[in-house]
């Protein structure tokens, strides 16, 4: 099977084929795939707009009348609460012209009117006012209300699928919460703490991969490898149906440490659920970061962290805490645009995996063709 997905400048064409035989040697995709607009484009169209997203948090739109903007595989959308208490997942363009009709990221109204021609719609995306619409014959405002996507909640986290009819989400979460739960992270007793926002100048699918496997963690995060045991034999990674994990313990004397490990998340938890939202666990007191990865280009990557911490966590901890994972990001940012560098020259068509270390990176490459061989 070829996959066809030309563009003006770029007519791509894949052999998927020959693909999956290459993933079968050990070998990754090709690194065209990491450069070129064409597959960037397929990949929002066969794997973004066909899975579920994170968008944001409940607690955004807790009151009648809140929402908030987001994407979903490059389409805009506006998340509300209407004043029955319904959450709606709406897209955000107007059935007129197709302007944006909220260009706000976050708010209160008690409607949503288009700045354009002020074409109004209810809170639940039903159209309600159209100026001159009376003076049009078989004007039709039921049928012209704001398309739908489908949206679901998992404890304070919100999900869309541009689907009307998906999956269920818990069937992309699989085991996930349960895995949560048993490494002493209650989301119950979590509070939001603030959001990080990053850009990163590599393919997304790079950014992933790094994510992905810790073979790299003795040498380019010494810092983390001074706190979990990350040789082979200790370090845990498996794949899952929908997702892959990584599980490490802390070290029985951890050495320089650059926060406090001691506590009651007794081990590092690090899940990535296809295709590439991050779920982290850090040893020590209750913390979770959640957030999704985004292609913003064939070699330009976007993303955020929404950071939650138990109720009782001292802030003191919070910060000592957030300063080591900051650092272990600012190594991975220069990891994966140095790869990207590399990968982009044409100096080489692929790269061989060690598939004892980087089976986590071969599942995911698999979902990926997997994806854009469907029609």
């Keep these: 099977m070829t996959i066809h997905h030309p563009t003006a400048h770029h007519p791509a064409a894949v052999d998927a084929e020959a693909c999956s035989a290459a993933l079968d040697r050990g070998e990754t995709l090709p690194w065209t795939w990491y450069a070129d607009p064409a597959i960037t ?3 929002q169209e066969r794997i973004f707009r066909r899975s ?5 948090r409940t607690d955004q739109v807790a009151q009648p009348g809140q929402f908030f903007t987001c994407e979903v595989g490059g389409v805009p959308i506006v998340v509300t609460r209407d004043r029955s208490g319904g959450l709606n997942a709406l897209v955000n363009v107007c059935r007129h012209r197709g302007a944006q009709v909220v260009r706000e990221d976050c708010g209160t109204r008690k409607s949503l009117q288009c700045f354009y021609h002020a074409w109004t719609y209810g809170l639940d995306g039903s159209l309600r006012g159209v100026p001159r619409g ?16 489908s949206v679901d909640t998992w404890g304070p986290f919100v999900f869309v699928h541009l689907d009307p009819d998906p999956a269920p989400l818990t069937e992309m979460l699989g085991e996930l919460p349960e895995l949560l739960a048993a490494g002493g992270i209650d989301l119950q007793r979590m509070r939001f703490h603030h959001r990080v926002y990053y850009t990163i100048e590599a393919n997304w699918k790079i950014a992933v991969e ?6 790299h963690c003795p040498v380019a995060h010494p810092g983390l490898a001074d706190v979990l045991d990350v040789s082979p034999d200790a370090y845990e990674l498996e794949v899952r149906p929908t997702f892959a994990t990584h599980h490490g313990i802390v070290r029985d004397i951890p050495r320089e440490a650059g926060y406090p490990v001691q506590g009651p998340v007794v ?3 690090y899940h990535l659920v296809w295709p590439s939202l991050k779920v982290n666990v850090n040893p020590g007191q209750p913390n979770l970061s959640f957030g999704p990865v985004y292609p913003a280009g064939p070699e330009r990557t976007t993303g955020y962290l929404d950071y939650f911490f138990g109720d009782d966590v001292d802030e003191a901890w919070i910060k000592a805490m957030l300063a080591f994972d900051d650092q272990v990001g600012a190594e991975d940012t220069d990891l994966v645009e140095s790869v990207q560098r590399g990968a982009s020259s044409g100096g080489v068509e692929r790269g061989r995996l060690l598939l004892g ?3 986590t990176i071969s599942a995911f490459q698999r979902f990926v ?7």
């Design 357 to 359: 270390s980087e089976h």
């Design 41 to 43: 484009a397929l990949e």
């Design 267 to 269: 081990e590092g938890q």
């Design 369 to 375: 063709l997997g994806r854009l061989r469907e029609d």
């Design 210 to 215: 790094n994510y992905l496997e810790c073979y």
């Design 52 to 56: 579920w997203s994170y968008v944001g």
């Design 134 to 149: 009376d003076r049009e014959a078989d004007f039709d405002t039921s049928q012209l209300g704001l398309r739908r996507a």
